[in-house]
């Protein structure tokens, strides 16, 4: 008999599983009350696990590292438990395996620049239609199979190693979480294979290095060898609230890589601020009084010398305090979708069954050279005389 329990969550309508006897359990994903309702087998589970390599405490110093690093750290991050906080969390993903036949066709043009006898500039354009077309194999593209899950997160935790797939049991949950599977496997390979084909067109328009001006025409994609299989893996989830928002934070429990958005103090970047107009307003004001004493000195006076100093000893410490708060701004902010998988395809493997160019026509652009020559000597010198180049 599973010892597995089902939990739900209220508020976020997550479900999670977990092996544990207790009635209600804090939901990873919104610190709700979740409550167990019914008991669960490891029917409908994944059939395959990576267990977490990564501990509580090894993530909790890998994010206290990276927030260590971050200007005007709010104060709320560096009294945080992190330890209380962190909750080690299994989420399902898709991973898929094939090949893909691609087969794309790109309008380019090679300029050739030249200047004339009198200087004048013209360009000679020739106009491509490109051909490639080629094969390759792709291994393990994850695509997280949870609807609470934020895929901008799970796909910044990428990549995972899955050679350290192994069987499903049920003593991986003793003191984690696990979610089962709530997006089809239709609506998973439709992601990882846009990202697939998204690859493959920047991969194979990088090729057309010789080329000007290059847009795609048209691309067309045959899949073939289709395999995939849905797997738990590891994530450790934490939420710190600041400011009546609550920040997301996901670790990799395999490789401890952090990602999430980390807030700054706007009181310390404040203070920072003023620091550093005070402490660039000494040099500026003996700078104007050095200034003023060379004009003296040569019987050349201001009208106005309050004008002058007053404007030296605010723009200059202003400008540099500004430039030296927003230099120091650097913080991690939140992880955007990912639209390739290049660590899922090598392109060393690329088998390129056919490369063709069709020439389409040559265009000689020497009068809108001309046309726009004299526009300029017009609008800038107020004249235009076709022999001047």
């Known amino acids: 008999m599973s010892n597995l329990t089902h939990y739900l969550c209220p508020l976020c309508k997550s479900s999670f599983i977990k092996l544990a006897e207790e009635a209600s359990l804090s939901c990873p994903y919104c610190e709700s009350k979740a409550e167990s309702?019914?008991?669960?087998?490891?029917?409908?589970?994944?059939?395959?696990?990576?267990?977490?390599?990564?501990?509580?405490?090894?993530?909790?110093?890998?994010?206290?590292?990276?927030?260590?690093?971050?200007p005007f750290l709010p104060g709320e991050f560096e009294k945080a438990d992190l330890i209380s906080s962190l909750k080690g969390f299994y989420i399902p993903f898709w991973l898929f395996d094939g090949r893909c036949n691609a087969k794309l066709t790109y309008q380019a043009q090679k300029i050739h620049r030249f200047r004339n006898k009198r200087g004048a500039p013209y360009a000679f354009y020739q106009s491509f239609s490109v051909d490639r077309e080629g094969s390759v194999d792709y291994e393990d593209i994850p695509v997280d199979a949870s609807l609470q899950a934020d895929n901008a997160y799970t796909e910044a935790l990428e990549p995972y190693d899955s050679s350290?797939?192994?069987?499903?049991?049920?003593?991986?949950?003793?003191?984690?979480?696990?979610?089962?599977?709530?997006?089809?496997?239709?609506?998973?390979?439709?992601?990882?294979?846009?990202?697939?084909?998204?690859?493959?067109?920047?991969d194979f328009s990088?090729?057309?290095?010789?080329?000007?001006?290059?847009?795609?025409?048209?691309?067309?994609?045959?899949?073939?060898?289709?395999?995939?299989?849905?797997?738990?893996?590891?994530?450790?989830?934490?939420?710190?609230s600041y400011k009546e928002k609550l920040y997301r934070y996901a670790v990799n429990g395999q490789t401890g890589k952090v990602v999430g958005e980390i807030p700054i103090s706007v009181k310390k970047r404040n203070l920072y601020f003023i620091k550093a107009f005070l402490i660039s307003a000494i040099p500026t004001a003996l700078l104007?009084?050095?200034?003023?004493?060379?004009?003296?000195?040569?019987?050349?006076?201001?009208?106005?010398?309050?004008?002058f100093v007053s404007f030296l000893l605010i723009t200059i410490p202003y400008i540099s305090a500004l430039i030296a708060t927003n230099i120091k701004l650097r913080a991690p902010t939140k992880p955007a979708r990912n639209k390739f998988a290049e660590n899922y395809v090598d392109k060393k493997a690329y088998k390129f069954i056919k490369k063709k160019k069709h020439y389409m026509y040559t265009e000689l652009n020497l009068v809108a050279y001309r046309k726009t020559l004299s526009m300029w000597r017009e609008r800038y010198f107020g004249y235009n005389n076709e022999r001047r180049y």
């Open 37 to 70: 309702y019914t008991p669960s087998d490891s029917s409908g589970m994944p059939e395959f696990i990576i267990p977490f390599k990564v501990t509580k405490e090894d993530a909790a110093r890998r994010f206290k590292e990276i927030s260590k690093k971050v």
């Open 164 to 202: 350290e797939i192994v069987p499903f049991r049920e003593e991986y949950l003793k003191d984690y979480f696990a979610e089962k599977a709530n997006v089809s496997e239709k609506e998973a390979q439709k992601i990882a294979e846009e990202r697939l084909h998204n690859t493959l067109e920047r």
């Open 206 to 240: 990088e090729s057309l290095t010789e080329y000007e001006n290059v847009s795609k025409d048209k691309a067309e994609f045959g899949m073939s060898d289709r395999n995939s299989d849905c797997n738990l893996l590891p994530v450790w989830l934490m939420n710190i």
């Open 288 to 307: 104007t009084l050095g200034i003023l004493s060379l004009f003296s000195v040569f019987g050349k006076n201001f009208r106005n010398p309050e004008i």
